[in-house]
């Protein structure tokens, strides 16, 4: 072989090492983030110790906040993680803008109106039916999204639009809601910022299998995202289906963001950033991007639950307004690069 041929082949190398590199420390620091998230917080938690509540449980009190708060802590933000980046790596793939979110869909709003008029004309008060309601509001806020958008031709900016009003009616909605009804605001008030406390494995029965079927369909479409960013009349020549496949992927992203929207109520900004993150380590071609938002996702999740533990010990701050106070800097970063965005 040539020294032109081996330099011509080199980068090629190079690139494909450097993504196996990365997917492999994003697996690892995925492990490393949670133990982390079993062994710190109010209470600093030795690892012998979380092993022990695991294989040989005696019903001690450190053990007890392991199994009780950590471990279902721990593992339900993983599951939040992995779906919400994912859905927004998928959300950005859809709508080829490099700054959209699962939000734009009014998965958010959805959900927090279908929680507000559960709490205030009927009364319900359990967390498992309110996550079932949650559910059920993003699941009909995407659907009118769609069709809305599918009545002005259906493009991904119709999408967009469609999806930026509907969550501004239901917004309104749901502060009016809140605002007549003293009750629904104290019982959204901790839903409404994002928090994984207090929630228990129990409900992965119902939303695991949810998130999990929305996993498998962003997966096996990604190869496709990847041909539909040449845009949809070289997608279709190249043998893509585009209505299909933009169907395929709302019904992803209703899965993953609006399961984990029910779990832990809106975390804002992660759908934006794990994909930036995704793509800043390893390019743009969707079958990397896809997986790896979705494990940096849980990586940000799980930290940003332990920080919000530890920030103001013994109180605590929902991992919704860490990700906030995260993705303010974050943005201004977005918006100050001389070069634009673009996937």
Do not use: C, Y
């Not at 600093?44 to 007890?64: C, E, H, K, P």
């Not at 659907?143 to 967009?160: E, K």
């Not at 279709?236 to 299909?244: C, H, Q, R, S």
């Not at 804002?268 to 938002?293: D, E, N, T, W, Y």
């Amino acid at each position: 072989m040539t020294t032109a041929a081996r330099t011509t082949r080199d980068p090629r190398r190079h690139s494909a090492a450097r993504i196996a590199l990365v997917v492999v420390l994003a697996f690892l620091a995925l492990a490393a983030a949670a133990v982390v998230g079993l062994a710190v917080g109010t209470k600093m938690i030795g690892l012998g110790t979380v092993v022990d509540a695991v294989t040989r449980f005696d019903g001690s009190d450190l053990q007890l906040v392991v199994r009780e708060s950590r471990i279902p802590r721990t593992v339900l933000g993983i599951v939040v993680g992995l779906a919400l980046g994912a859905a927004g790596a998928v959300m950005q793939a859809l709508t080829r803008n490099a700054l959209a979110d699962p939000g734009i869909l009014g998965v958010n709003a959805g959900a927090s109106v279908a929680v507000a008029l559960a709490v205030a004309a009927l009364g319900v008060s359990d967390f498992p039916h309110l996550m079932l309601f949650a559910l059920l509001g993003a699941l009909i806020a995407t659907i009118g999204v769609v069709l809305l958008g599918a009545a002005g031709g259906g493009s991904p900016v119709t999408l967009v639009l469609s999806g930026v009003a509907l969550a501004a009616v239901l917004g309104g909605i749901t502060t009016a809601l809140v605002l007549l009804n003293p009750t629904a605001f104290l019982q959204m008030r901790s839903w409404e910022s994002g928090a994984l406390a207090g929630r228990d494995l129990s409900l992965l029965a119902f939303a695991g299998p949810a998130i999990a079927l929305g996993l498998v369909i962003a997966l096996l479409m990604t190869r496709s995202l990847d041909v539909l960013a040449l845009g949809d009349d070289t997608a279709a020549a190249l043998g893509v289906k585009i209505g299909p496949l933009r169907t395929a992927a709302v019904v992803a992203i209703t899965l993953l963001a609006g399961t984990a929207t029910a779990l832990a109520g809106p975390v804002a900004f992660l759908g934006l950033a794990a994909p930036h993150i995704a793509r800043g380590f390893a390019g743009s071609s969707q079958k990397v991007v896809v997986p790896l938002a979705a494990v940096i996702g849980a990586i940000v999740v799980v930290l940003g639950d332990v920080v919000g533990r530890v920030i103001i010990a013994p109180q605590e701050v929902p991992v919704g307004i860490v990700m906030a106070f995260v993705a303010a800097p974050f943005l201004i970063v977005i918006g100050r690069r001389k070069k634009p965005v673009q996937l």
